[in-house]
Structure formats: structure tokens, C-alpha cells
């Protein structure tokens, strides 16, 4: 099946492979296969997408697949190639090798040239990512004023949270510099409710007790210096936050294409501790199904969340649940489903999130989430709470959010539970994994013993921290480590794992002046020095019939180069635009709008070669400036205006090179 | 059929017997000759294959993944240097269990820079997962080259195998080789069959990540399919000895005059033809000698070594290569399941230093007299 723009409605690249949000390559991927089809044979170098697409045992993909090692995938095609042709049956079969610009540009040049050179019929893709990037990256999630951010989203200026050492109070401070540290020894330390990971110089607030009838004090102690049993400063409850302003969406309204009519329904436009625990229901049981306009909640008759599901349908969007059954209730309303879904809890029961901006609430309406939490997946044993779910990730933003609301969270605790087993209130159908959380409220102290109080927690009375007890180090593995430098304080509060940051290291086909792992954005030398490698023109000089360039900005375009490669009886290459939200530090859903930019502001033109004639796909008449695209990217902030204008002449000497090229013959054909 | 030929024709005649459909080959001394015959035959149209001119050793082992994924049989050689550009791609074949044959002419690997044959390129490798058989003449080369597919290709086994020649003592040594008929092979080694193919009506992955929960099972598997190969290897020599008439001791390890020996030289490839000499006239003058020739290096025949050094006095171990900071590695290795045998070790014939008669004797004076006068024979 195919959609009327000729697009293939199957997919040979699954979906459920473990790629970042927004990236660029397992999108660009995925087109590729559907415009390649099911006779193909892919064969592919290490890198981000044989990771993210092959965990033993599973796999993403839909079409014979091979792995071997970094630079090989050229010469494995080859193998393929001639061992296909050997027994007969090379015809009507597909042949693609792949690699990223490492790959391709870089260790792998070699192979390449020598498939290219002996003309095999086969079609190399580089997926060019601008580094060495290999992404299995979580990282520190650090307290800022907008939420919860991964340490490495955080930019110089962004206002985060620290603690007072004048007061003890919680206070923001801007950050003023970010560090690369390297792979350092990482030491994880736990407490009662926290866990964290830091390297062995890096310093933590701890008590320094006296004696009795002495004033203890604070003191700055690195981790080598801490035992277990010492008594370090956590955050015990966050500021008091505003409800939360939801930016506008696009809503639907009647005469849009292929809407018929229209449910009225109000769409908050603040957090209120209504809509606060019906999105804990939703959390627990709820779906979104924009496609098929509703929100569901899985209730069965009887449960004790049916009738408050109903209840909080009819306060929070002013209409009563429009369908019931004996297990689910509904919702049938595409603005309140489109409403819900851009609020970021995620879609599925394993990819359910605490979004940022929970964090920023007031703890009446943080209350009212959490109520609505364990009325669906929760229960409650003895003083303490439980709740369970399947997603390792809603059960790590939710235990930061509990620590802080001044409760006390155990660890993440993991099952796997036999078919059948029933867990809350559902027996399973499959064995499965499941986290669980525990949580309990603290009780009060007794005010007339303020004094022992105080001994015992030197923060005491204080309303934002506490002293916790350290229970144990634990000496882990090397890991690469970022820092931050936090004006005035000098600390901030990360209370999340560290577990592997992302590996950026320069290519040869790395941007101009790009900060990269291995080309830093140093105080001598800002980033990146050279040139990209011009790579499809090394190709084309192979004599080769086809050689172009593609982007999912334009996947029309994209789709028919892929074909027309395939269609050559020897070697065609194509190089492929990858955005890299990680590797670049860029917004995860710019991806596109970045990919339409590079090619408005010419920095990567699309164009193809073929029998020796350059031709350019899209011209572009009015260029935008660089800038426009560096801005939208971290790998760039370091840049001043003398560097800015350097790439735009750089951007401006290819495309007018490429330009005297068009319509020319610029190549010969061997082959 | 016999017919006086270099080991190096021997091996590619061998790789035309067993009907190989894919040859991905770069040149390097002394391993040359090998695809220089094959090409001969390829392009006077005598043999059935497509050989790929890869432009390095790295990419010729990489086609061997694709080719033999393609449902293909495949062979390349290599020596020295080109062996150990190889290197990274050597455990990624074994660890997918893909059965590549390849031929060593081995060499020693620079610097300084030299041409002449000892074992240091192959040993080095032992680790890395491939059964290594090591020949001792041209006819062996032809016999075990034929061998090794029916090893590799096993189904307990599923492992790539190299044969080891000594370079130029071998590759470049013409001598009379009786080649088996096509009939023959072609009975002793059917046509390469395989489940797990890069086939678009049956897409499968192969070549995924590992994560540490999977990673040492995979290797325990192919521990396992190690294991295991020592038997399959056996069977294979005692079955081509019944159908085409010639076999190596058991396969694992061949033994000349240990029957009531007391004293024994222990090595691989062509030194033990030197040793078999020097020990045959020291019969002759009623001295009880013997030598014991490993022939499969991996799998390490453990068994067979010790009942084979059983009754011994005293045993001499020549290595073609040392491990340097520590030892001979066959040494050490012969040292670690025999503890109670009186052993030296000696390093010898590094970078094509020649192995002499005078040098065997010495080795068996020193046997003899209980002690070890020189470590290094040079």
C-alpha cells in the first residue's frame, strides 16, 4: 500500500528500536527502506543505528540485515555482492551498505573506495551526522527554574536551582559555565531516598559535627572523603511553584480535512488540582488516541477509580464521558485528546513520563497528581505507599518529583511477575517486568524538642532541606562527566543518575567550527578548524553513474534518489542529512525545522550526479543567513560574530562552486 | 592423480576441489601464490567462482561475512602483516559462528621488516575463536585444506578455520603431491548448505550488539563448539583416510617412533620434518627418541598431549614464536597439563632463521644429559 504521494505505508525499519527522540538518521532510515522495499539486503558499520536497532534479541529490522565492524560495510557488501552472483542469484535483490560519516568519511574510506572502484551493484548510504556519536545517553538530571533538565540540555544562562550556605534556603542562580570533565572513576552514593553519581573529586555538603554543646557546621567534602554514615544535605521539598500556563495548541475546529463535526469541550488553560489528578489517572490507566479522537481510561466496572475518572472528565473539560463499557471509559473529543497529548506524559505503558513543568507546580496541585497516581496503580501498605508501573523512566521523574515534596521514597524496586500473576487490580497475560516505588508521608516533630530536633538534623525547621545519612559508596566504572559552574553558589542540586553521557567526537566530515568532544570549544581554539571532507565529490571522481544528496526535508526527493540508486547496474552513493539532537544540542523537535534550514541557508544543498551532470534539486535564490541555522544549535554557541561570518563565506564559496558545476558535465563515467 | 607442485598450487587446488564459490584476495608475500593459481583458474574458466580484488586484507576478511552469508563457500590466504590488518575482523567471524576457511603462509610480522616464515602471526590469533591446523607438507596442505571446510562447516562446529603452512619452506617448496579425484572430494565434502541466509523472503539479523546479559553466553557457545571440534576434527582425518586414503596421526597430533620413546621434540609445520630426521638416525644408533607433531594448536588437544608424553623422561618444546615478556606460548601451554614432566623450551627459526639438523641434535644432547644448555637456538 502506498499513499498518493507513492510513499510505502509498510515499514522495513520498525518502530520500538531505542533511537533518541528527534533523531535525524533513524528517520532518514526509515524512508530509505520504504522507498528500497522488501527485496533488500542491508548491510551496515557500528554505530549509532546497528545499537539502537539490534539489542540481542531483538531487532528492528524487516529485511535481511548484517553487522561486522566499523569501516566494513562496503567490503562486506562486496562479499554479499559476489557470493550472490556466484550461485545466481543476484537479480531482483536490493543491495545497500551503510555507515555514518565515521564510517564513510573516515575509517571506512578505504573499503568504500575499493567497492566503489571494483563496481559492484550496490548502493552506499552515508548517514552523515557531522561525529562520531554513539548514543545510549541518559544523564544527571539537574533542578532549574523551568523543571527537571538532562545536565547536557543545560545552557550557560539558564537559571538553576542551589543552596544558600549564607541561609540554608534554596535559591536561583544563573549557571555560568558548563565543563567536560572526560571519563572519570564515578562513585555512587546512596541514601534512604537518594541516589546519586559523582566523581571522586567532586565535593558534597556535609555536616561537621563538634562535640556536644558545640556548634557544628558545613563543610565542603569531596566523595573520596566520604563514609557511609556521614550526613550530607539533600533537597527536602522544592519552592513553592505556580500552576502551570499551557502554550496554546492547534485545535480543531469543523470544516478542517476530515472533520465533520465537533464535540465543544473547555480546554484548561492552567494546572488546577482537578485536571492535576485526572492526568495521575491518566498516568495509570489512560491512553490517547488522536487519530481516533479520545481519551480512554481503563476502569473496570467496580473499580474505585471509575467514578472519580467520571467525575474529573465532566469538572476538568465540561462535558460528561461519552461512551462507557464494562471495563473502559471515554472520552471522544479530538482537542481534549490533542490537548492531553502535547502535555508530554507519553502515549504507551512503558514510555510514560513526568514531564518538566510538573515540577514547577505548588505542592497542592504536585498532591492531587500523586492522588490520582495511586488511585489507579497504587496501594497502600501500612503507612506507606506503593506504586508500581512499567516504565522505568515514570518511576525515576516520579521519585525525583516525591523527593521534592518533603516525603520520604525508597528505591526503584524491580519484578518480574509469572502469567497470571495478579497485580493491582489485573491478572497479567504475559510474564513481565515491572518497577515499583515506595513512598510514606513523614510525620512531624514534637516542637518542645526542638533542641534534640536540631541535633539530630542540623537543618532542622529548615523548609526546603535536610540532612540525610549516607548509606553507601559504591566505586562504579569510568564514565564521562560534565560539570557546571554555578555563579555566586557554586553548587546546584542534581539528584539523578549519571549513566553515560554521549561520545561526540570530531569527524572529517564534522562542521566548520562545531564544539565536538574531541574539537572542543577551547579558550585558544573554538571548535572544530578544517573543512568538511567533500566526500560526494571523491565519489563522483570514481567514474560512478549516480551520486546525490538527500534530507528528510524533503522525503519525496529523498524516495526517488534512493530509487533511482538502486536502479544503477554497478556502485551509486548517497549521502544522507542527519540531524543529531544530542550530539548537536539542539531541540529534539527541530530536527526538521533544522534539516529545512540547512538547505535554505545552502549548507547542505540538495543535488545529484548523475552520468558526470551536476544538477541542484532546489535551488535556492534567497538564501537565509547561517546564523539562523547555528542558533538553533549548542555545538555553535560559542561563536562570535568574526567566526559567524567565516562559516557564512565558507557556506557561500561551496554553494557558489557547486553552482558553476550545474547543468555541466563535471565528472567522468567509468562504469 | 600425481603431479609435482609448490604448496601454494597444492592449496589452491584444494580450494577448487571443494568447489569454493568466493575468493576475496589481496596479495602478500609469501601467501602470494595462492591467488595467483586461483586466479589462473578462475579466468581460464577452469573453476566455478567470483574472485573479489579487495584493496586490503581487512576488506577480504569482511567479504568472507557477506559472502558466506550469501549462502556462499569462501576462501582468502594471507601471511605477516596482511594477517594482522585482519586481526579485528578475525573474532567478529568466529563470534558469528560463520565457517570462513583461510590459508597462513605464515610469516613473522615486522619490525624489522622480513619476509621469512615463523608462527608469530597465527599464535598471536589463538585467541580469537578460528580452529588453526597447522601442515607439514604439500600433500598434507591439499589433504587439510579439503579438511578444514568439512570441520568448519560442521554443525556441532560452525567455526572459521585457518590451515597454517610455513612460508616459503613450504609455499614456494615443489613437491610431489597426489591430487585427489573431484569425485572423490566431492564425496567427502558435499555441496555448502545453510540455514541462516541473507534472505529477502526470510529476513533475519545477524551481527546484533550484545549487551553484558547475552555477551558470555555467546561465548560459552563457541567454547563449547572448540570442544567439540576436537572430535569432529578426528573424525574427519580417520573419514578422509577411508575415502581417499591418507591421514595425519589422529588428526589432533601426530606421533613418530613415541612408542617406547624417552626423550621427545614437541612443535608444528615443517621443523618437525627436520626433527623426524635427526631422530630416525639416533634410532639407528639405539637411542629411544621420538617426535610429537601438534597439529591442531585450536582446539588444544589436551588429552591427546598427555597420554602421548605419558612414559616420556624429558621433553623439548620448539616454539616459532615467543610471547615476548614471557614465554614460548606453546611452552607454556604444554607446561600448564603436564606438571610432572621434566620440560624445556626453546625459541626457534624466528623470522626464517633456519632450523638445522645440528640445532635437533643438541636439543636431544640436552634431553639427555638433564639440562637445558641454551634457550635461544641461534
Known amino acids: 500500500m502506498k499513499d498518493l504521494k507513492g510513499i510505502n505505508y509498510e515499514e522495513y525499519f520498525a518502530s520500538g528500536h531505542r533511537a533518541c527522540a528527534g533523531c535525524g538518521e533513524a528517520l532518514v532510515l526509515r524512508h530509505i527502506m520504504k522507498a528500497a522495499g522488501p527485496k533488500t539486503i542491508v548491510a551496515q558499520a557500528t554505530g549509532c543505528m546497528e545499537v539502537v536497532s539490534t539489542p540481542y534479541p531483538q531487532s528492528a529490522w524487516r529485511v535481511p540485515w548484517v553487522h561486522g565492524a566499523f569501516e566494513n560495510a562496503a567490503a562486506i557488501a562486496s562479499g554479499i555482492d559476489a557470493g550472490l552472483k556466484a550461485q545466481g542469484k543476484r537479480e531482483k535483490v536490493n543491495l545497500i551498505a551503510m555507515g555514518g560519516d565515521g564510517a564513510s568519511f573516515d575509517i571506512g574510506f578505504g573499503a568504500l573506495s575499493g567497492a566503489l572502484e571494483r563496481g559492484h551493484k550496490f548502493t552506499y548510504i552515508a548517514t552523515d551526522n557531522e561525529a562520531y556519536m554513539n548514543c545510549l545517553a541518559l544523564d544527571s538530571l539537574i533542578m532549574t527554574k523551568d523543571g527537571l533538565k538532562r545536565i547536557i540540555d543545560i545552557g550557560v544562562g539558564d537559571m538553576v536551582y542551589a543552596f544558600s550556605q549564607k541561609n540554608h534556603k534554596l535559591v536561583l542562580k544563573k549557571c555560568t559555565g558548563i565543563f567536560d570533565n572526560g571519563k572519570k572513576r564515578i562513585f555512587e552514593i546512596n541514601t534512604d531516598s537518594q541516589t546519586i553519581k559523582a566523581t571522586g573529586n567532586h565535593p558534597f555538603l556535609v555536616l561537621e559535627r563538634n562535640g556536644r554543646g558545640k556548634q557544628s557546621e558545613l563543610v565542603w567534602k569531596t566523595v573520596e572523603e566520604l563514609r557511609a554514615g556521614d550526613?550530607?544535605?539533600?533537597?527536602?521539598?522544592?519552592?513553592?511553584?505556580?500552576?502551570?500556563?499551557?502554550?496554546?495548541?492547534?485545535?480543531?475546529?469543523?470544516?478542517?480535512?476530515?472533520?465533520?463535526?465537533?464535540?465543544?469541550?473547555?480546554?484548561?488553560?492552567?494546572?488546577?488540582?482537578?485536571?492535576?489528578?485526572?492526568?495521575?489517572?491518566?498516568?495509570?490507566?489512560?491512553?490517547?488516541?488522536?487519530?481516533?479522537?479520545?481519551?480512554?481510561?481503563?476502569?473496570?466496572?467496580?473499580?474505585?477509580?471509575?467514578?472519580?475518572?467520571?467525575?474529573?472528565?465532566?469538572?476538568?473539560?465540561?462535558?460528561?464521558?461519552?461512551?462507557?463499557?464494562?471495563?473502559?471509559?471515554?472520552?471522544?473529543?479530538?482537542?481534549?485528546?490533542?490537548?492531553?497529548?502535547?502535555?508530554?506524559?507519553?502515549?504507551?505503558?512503558?514510555?510514560?513520563?513526568?514531564?518538566?513543568?510538573?515540577?514547577?507546580?505548588?505542592?497542592?496541585?504536585?498532591?492531587?497528581?500523586?492522588?490520582?497516581?495511586?488511585?489507579?496503580?497504587?496501594?497502600k501498605i501500612g503507612n506507606s505507599y506503593r506504586y508500581v508501573s512499567a516504565s522505568k523512566e515514570l518511576l525515576q521523574t516520579l521519585r525525583l518529583l516525591l523527593q521534592t515534596m518533603n516525603v520520604r521514597v525508597g528505591k526503584i524496586h524491580q519484578q518480574t511477575k509469572a502469567k497470571g500473576t495478579k497485580v493491582v487490580y489485573r491478572a497479567l497475560k504475559k510474564a513481565s517486568t515491572y518497577g515499583y516505588i515506595c513512598f510514606s508521608l513523614k510525620k512531624g516533630t514534637n516542637s518542645k524538642y526542638r533542641s534534640q530536633n536540631k541535633y539530630r538534623d542540623f537543618l532542622y525547621g529548615n523548609k526546603n532541606f535536610e540532612m540525610k545519612k549516607i548509606r553507601s559508596i559504591e566505586r562504579k566504572r569510568l564514565e564521562p562527566t560534565l560539570d557546571l559552574r554555578v555563579e555566586g553558589e557554586h553548587n546546584f542540586i542534581a539528584n539523578g543518575f549519571v549513566v553515560h553521557n554521549t561520545g561526540v567526537q570530531r569527524s572529517g566530515a564534522t562542521f566548520p567550527y562545531a564544539s565536538t568532544t574531541t574539537s572542543p570549544a577551547g579558550k585558544k581554539i573554538p571548535g572544530k578548524q578544517e573543512p568538511k571532507k567533500p566526500l560526494p565529490y571523491i565519489i563522483a571522481s570514481h567514474g560512478i553513474k549516480y551520486v546525490a544528496s538527500m534530507s528528510p526535508a524533503n522525503l519525496l526527493d529523498l524516495k526517488t534518489k534512493v530509487q533511482k540508486a538502486l536502479a544503477i547496474p554497478h556502485a551509486s552513493f548517497l549521502h544522507a542529512y542527519c540531524v543529531c539532537p544530542v550530539g548537536w544540542h539542539c531541540k529534539s523537535d527541530d530536527t526538521i525545522e533544522l534539516s529545512k534550514l540547512a538547505i535554505q541557508t545552502r549548507v547542505f544543498p540538495l543535488y545529484e550526479i548523475e552520468n558526470g551532470v551536476v544538477k541542484i534539486n532546489q535551488k535556492v535564490e534567497k538564501p537565509k543567513p547561517v546564523l539562523e541555522y547555528l542558533q538553533l544549535q549548542g555545538r555553535?554557541?560559542?561563536l562570535g560574530e568574526e567566526e559567524v561570518q567565516k562559516i557564512q563565506d565558507y557556506v557561500d564559496a561551496r554553494y557558489k562552486f557547486l553552482l558553476d558545476m550545474d547543468g555541466k558535465k563535471a565528472f567522468d563515467v567509468l562504469f | 592423480m600425481k603431479s609435482v607442485v609448490e604448496a601454494s598450487e597444492a592449496v589452491a587446488l584444494a580450494v577448487k576441489l571443494a568447489r569454493v564459490k568466493v575468493c576475496p584476495m589481496y596479495p602478500i608475500t609469501p601467501s602470494t601464490h595462492i591467488p595467483e593459481r586461483i586466479a589462473d583458474y578462475i579466468f581460464d574458466?577452469?573453476?566455478?567462482?567470483?574472485?573479489?580484488?579487495?584493496?586490503?586484507?581487512?576488506?577480504?576478511?569482511?567479504?568472507?561475512?557477506?559472502?558466506?552469508?550469501?549462502?556462499?563457500?569462501?576462501?582468502?590466504?594471507?601471511?605477516?602483516?596482511?594477517?594482522?590488518?585482519?586481526?579485528?575482523?578475525?573474532?567478529?567471524?568466529?563470534?558469528?559462528?560463520?565457517?570462513?576457511?583461510?590459508?597462513?603462509?605464515?610469516?613473522?610480522?615486522?619490525?624489522?621488516?622480513?619476509?621469512?616464515?615463523?608462527?608469530?602471526?597465527?599464535?598471536?590469533?589463538?585467541?580469537?575463536?578460528?580452529?588453526?591446523?597447522?601442515?607439514?607438507?604439500?600433500?598434507?596442505?591439499?589433504?587439510?585444506?579439503?579438511?578444514?571446510?568439512?570441520?568448519?562447516?560442521?554443525?556441532?562446529?560452525?567455526?572459521?578455520?585457518m590451515m597454517c603452512l610455513d612460508g616459503f619452506t613450504l609455499t614456494h617448496v615443489f613437491e610431489n603431491v597426489d591430487v585427489p579425484e573431484q569425485a572423490q572430494v566431492d564425496k567427502f565434502l558435499p555441496a555448502f548448505t545453510r540455514e541462516d541466509t541473507l534472505d529477502v523472503n526470510n529476513p533475519k539479523t545477524f551481527g546484533p550488539i550484545g549487551f553484558p546479559d547475552s555477551f558470555m553466553g555467546f561465548k560459552k557457545q563457541q567454547q563449547d563448539a572448540m570442544t567439540a571440534a576436537l572430535d569432529v576434527i578426528k573424525k574427519a582425518n580417520s573419514y578422509y583416510k577411508k575415502q581417499i586414503?591418507?591421514?595425519?596421526?589422529?588428526?589432533?597430533?601426530?606421533?613418530?617412533?613415541?612408542?617406547?620413546?624417552?626423550?621427545?621434540?614437541?612443535?608444528?609445520?615443517?621443523?618437525?620434518?627436520?626433527?623426524?630426521?635427526?631422530?630416525?638416525?639416533?634410532?639407528?644408533?639405539?637411542?629411544?627418541?621420538?617426535?610429537?607433531?601438534?597439529?591442531?594448536?585450536?582446539?588444544?588437544?589436551?588429552?591427546?598431549?598427555?597420554?602421548?608424553v605419558k612414559n616420556l623422561k624429558g621433553l623439548a618444546v620448539l616454539d616459532r614464536h615467543i610471547s615476548l615478556g614471557s614465554n614460548g606460548p606453546l611452552f607454556t601451554e604444554i607446561s600448564a597439563i603436564t606438571p610432572e614432566l621434566k620440560l624445556f623450551g626453546y625459541i626457534a627459526g624466528l623470522g626464517g632463521k633456519d632450523i638445522t639438523l645440528k640445532h635437533i641434535e643438541s636439543v636431544f644432547t640436552d634431553l639427555e644429559k638433564g639440562k637445558q644448555s641454551r634457550e635461544w637456538l641461534m
Open chain 1, 231 to 379: 550526613e550530607v544535605v539533600v533537597l527536602k521539598q522544592g519552592l513553592e511553584g505556580k500552576s502551570h500556563i499551557f502554550p496554546k495548541i492547534q485545535l480543531s475546529k469543523k470544516g478542517d480535512y476530515k472533520v465533520n463535526r465537533i464535540r465543544e469541550v473547555t480546554i484548561p488553560k492552567k494546572s488546577s488540582k482537578d485536571l492535576m489528578k485526572l492526568l495521575g489517572l491518566y498516568v495509570g490507566d489512560g491512553w490517547v488516541r488522536v487519530e481516533k479522537a479520545e481519551i480512554g481510561f481503563s476502569v473496570p466496572k467496580g473499580n474505585r477509580a471509575r467514578v472519580p475518572v467520571k467525575q474529573l472528565i465532566r469538572r476538568v473539560f465540561s462535558v460528561d464521558a461519552t461512551r462507557e463499557n464494562e471495563n473502559e471509559v471515554y472520552l471522544g473529543s479530538i482537542n481534549a485528546a490533542k490537548f492531553v497529548e502535547s502535555l508530554g506524559f507519553g502515549k504507551g505503558a512503558k514510555n510514560k513520563v513526568v514531564p518538566e513543568w510538573v515540577f514547577t507546580l505548588p505542592i497542592e496541585e504536585k498532591k492531587a497528581f500523586i492522588e490520582g497516581l495511586l488511585l489507579s496503580d497504587g496501594y
Open chain 2, 45 to 161: 574458466g577452469e573453476m566455478d567462482a567470483e574472485m573479489i580484488h579487495v584493496e586490503s586484507e581487512h576488506s577480504a576478511a569482511s567479504a568472507l561475512i557477506g559472502s558466506i552469508l550469501s549462502g556462499a563457500r569462501s576462501f582468502t590466504a594471507t601471511s605477516s602483516n596482511g594477517f594482522a590488518l585482519m586481526y579485528e575482523i578475525l573474532p567478529i567471524l568466529s563470534g558469528m559462528r560463520l565457517p570462513a576457511v583461510m590459508a597462513v603462509a605464515n610469516r613473522t610480522l615486522a619490525a624489522p621488516i622480513n619476509i621469512w616464515n615463523d608462527h608469530s602471526d597465527a599464535v598471536s590469533a589463538r585467541d580469537q575463536g578460528w580452529i588453526q591446523l597447522y601442515a607439514e607438507s604439500s600433500q598434507e596442505c591439499v589433504d587439510t585444506m579439503i579438511q578444514c571446510y568439512k570441520i568448519a562447516e560442521d554443525k556441532k562446529v560452525s567455526l572459521p578455520a
Open chain 1, 636 to 638: 555553535f554557541k560559542h
Open chain 2, 245 to 308: 586414503g591418507r591421514g595425519y596421526g589422529d588428526g589432533l597430533v601426530e606421533l613418530t617412533d613415541m612408542g617406547d620413546a624417552e626423550y621427545a621434540i614437541l612443535g608444528m609445520g615443517t621443523l618437525c620434518g627436520t626433527a623426524k630426521a635427526k631422530a630416525e638416525e639416533l634410532r639407528a644408533k639405539g637411542k629411544k627418541v621420538g617426535v610429537i607433531r601438534l597439529r591442531s594448536f585450536r582446539p588444544f588437544p589436551v588429552k591427546e598431549l598427555q597420554a602421548a
